[in-house]
């Protein structure tokens, strides 16, 4: 069974970083997409940026586009969001999910709602 935790949330000053850690195991399929999304209370989800295992292709949202970086590492069956610059309009409760490969990254990440999620961290910019 695919599933995916997240970890390494928390609380930082405006200009900030902070690393995102998503955990994932059950792989059964040939390639898999895992994408950082996130949501506040009352909100939209928002798709921040999905990544590919197999060629890393990445995909990211304009609103974070020059100061998140997605990467995916293998060995550890690890997917870190790392995020710099922070703005307070950053808030939110972030979540990973994953998904097999079935179509282009940036299609899989805006349009397709993917089968596994984990829980949801949260992380709190403050100006």
């Known amino acids: 069974q695919l599933r995916v935790v997240e970890s390494g949330g928390g609380s930082v000053q405006s200009g900030g970083s902070l690393r995102l850690s998503c955990a994932a195991s059950g792989f059964t399929q040939d390639d898999y997409v895992i994408g950082w999304f996130r949501r506040a209370p009352r909100h939209e989800r928002q798709e921040v940026s999905c990544?590919?295992?197999?060629?890393?292709?990445?995909w990211y949202a304009d609103s974070v586009k020059g100061r998140f970086t997605i990467s995916w590492d293998n060995a550890k069956n690890m997917v870190y969001l790392q995020m710099n610059n922070l703005k307070p309009e950053d808030t939110d409760f972030y979540y990973c999910a994953a998904i097999p490969k079935m179509a282009t990254v940036e299609v899989l990440c805006t349009r397709v709602e993917f089968g596994a999620w984990g829980p949801g961290i949260r992380v709190v910019v403050s100006s």
């Open positions: 990544i590919s295992r197999n060629d890393g292709i990445a």
